[in-house]
């Protein structure tokens, strides 16, 4: 089973409203991984949690705030959005962090995200 | 900052005709990724590839891993409608690093 869920697939808020995105994985991985995907691009990296702990932010704006409460579960809280964070939005999970070699990410189907 | 640069970047072709896309680097990877995204859908693994020369087969698809690590090939035999999509090449360099590199996509359509 290589599965990464996320909820919800579609998501529609204004720039005030306070939403969050959810993802689980059940693979036993230690590194979980926020992206974010404009049409036709490849993703860009948000975040990576390695064991439960924040290991890179990629200056992302402080509206997005990651969360990971346990091993299996990757939050992105979201505030105060703008337009143009309209995107999809990936989640993404590896056996270990940073072992090279086979490492493989393996993806969630996305949350796509609308900003009005 | 480690560069994949992944040609072309638009193909159109007929149904049963052969492709190939290719992924290059300056810099040697531990591994390297091959995914396949639909519209609205987030990027399906298809293979990992780890060792230099490696040349891995799934159905119509083969994929080949250079043997300095540095590259590799994404050939699809007969290509079908249902193959059309975003194929994407992303490297793995290892040690601590957690970043993927992705290469910038090759957009198929495949013409029934």
């Known amino acids: 089973d290589t599965e990464v869920t996320q909820t919800p697939k579609h998501l529609v808020m204004g720039m005030t409203n306070k939403k969050s995105l959810k993802c689980e994985q059940h693979?036993?991985?230690?590194?979980m991984y926020w992206y974010k995907q404009k049409a036709k691009k490849p993703p860009e990296l948000m975040f990576v949690y390695s064991y439960e702990k924040l290991s890179i932010n990629e200056s992302v704006p402080s509206r997005f705030s990651p969360e990971c409460p346990n091993s299996s579960l990757l939050n992105l809280h979201l505030h105060a959005l703008q337009p143009e964070d309209s995107a999809l939005y990936l989640c993404a999970s590896s056996r270990k962090p940073g072992q090279g070699a086979g490492n493989t990410i393996y993806f969630g189907e996305g949350s796509w995200l609308t900003v009005v | 900052t480690q560069l994949l640069e992944q040609s072309p970047q638009f193909l159109s072709i007929q149904e049963g005709e052969n492709l190939t896309v290719y992924c290059n680097s300056s810099s040697v990877f531990s591994s390297l990724q091959w995914y396949r995204q639909e519209p609205g859908e987030g990027p399906v693994l298809l293979v990992t590839v780890v060792t230099g020369g490696e040349v891995k087969k799934l159905k119509r698809l083969t994929f080949q891993f250079g043997d300095a690590r540095k590259d590799s090939s994404l050939h699809i035999t007969a290509a079908q409608p249902g193959d059309t999509g975003l194929y994407l090449c992303?490297?793995?360099?290892?040690?601590?690093?957690?970043?993927?590199?992705f290469g910038k996509g090759t957009l198929l359509t495949v013409n029934p």
């Open positions: 992303a490297a793995n360099s290892g040690g601590s690093n957690y970043k993927l590199t």
């Open positions: 693979m036993g991985h230690r590194a």
